[in-house]
T-cell receptor
């Protein structure tokens, strides 16, 4: 069945460091791919998305490219801030169903 | 942006009782809503799809008689955990896409409901 695998956390970085959170997926057909962020005490918020191969989603300095050949959708940011500390979920939507990765907690230290 | 609310945000109940959780889309209509549960430090697992005007569809392994879903209107879906037991303690989250093509639209998530069964 469809599934999403993302790197385990927590990931701890200093402010202004480069961030990569790996995400790979297994799916039949042509899923849409998403990154959601969950700040402490809040619900999930869409960070970015890509709906077809080679699309690049971007928002708030975060980027991810839909790579069909490697079935990946890695999240990157060139310079993280303390305010980016949160849990990040990679997800796919296939045939109207969402499948989530296990989440990666990011801690950014000043 | 689109807002989804849940009520209550947390609930504590005794084993054997039933608990109802509401999910509302506040500024848009949703013919479909989704219910997830999230265990500590784990991912969201889809439990069921709530369909306005028809029966919910449940994921494999989810007991439909235990987790009753009613999609009463285009803005409200309810999840009732019947005869709750401690193993039902979890974080329950709902989501809804704006009416249209849910396979391409983003999902809007509620803030979640923390259920603790004593």
């Amino acid at each position: 069945g469809d599934s999403v695998t993302q790197m385990e956390g927590p990931v701890t970085l200093s402010e202004e460091a480069f961030l990569t959170i790996n995400c790979t997926y297994t799916a039949t057909g042509y899923p849409s791919l998403f990154w959601y962020v969950q700040y402490p005490g809040e619900g999930l918020q869409l960070l970015l998305k890509a709906t077809k191969a080679d699309d690049k989603g971007s928002n708030k300095g975060f980027e991810a490219t839909y790579r069909k050949e490697t079935t990946s959708f890695h999240l990157e940011k060139g310079s993280v801030q303390v305010s980016d500390s949160a849990v990040y979920f990679c997800a796919l939507n296939n045939f109207n169903k969402f499948y989530f990765g296990s989440g990666t907690k990011l801690n950014v230290k000043p | 942006g689109a807002v989804v609310s849940q009520h209550p945000s947390w609930v504590i109940c005794k084993s054997g009782t039933s608990v109802k959780i509401e999910c509302r889309s506040l500024d848009f209509q949703a013919t479909t809503m989704f219910w997830y549960r999230q265990f500590p430090k784990q991912s969201l697992m889809l439990m069921a799809t709530s369909n306005e005007g028809s029966k919910a569809t449940y994921e494999q392994g989810v007991e439909k008689d235990k987790f009753l879903i009613n999609h009463a209107s285009l803005t409200l879906s309810t999840l009732t955990v019947t005869s709750a037991h401690p193993e039902d303690s979890s974080f329950y989250i709902c989501s809804a896409p704006i009416m249209g093509d849910p396979s391409r639209n983003e999902q809007f998530f509620g803030p979640g409901t923390r259920l603790t069964v004593l």
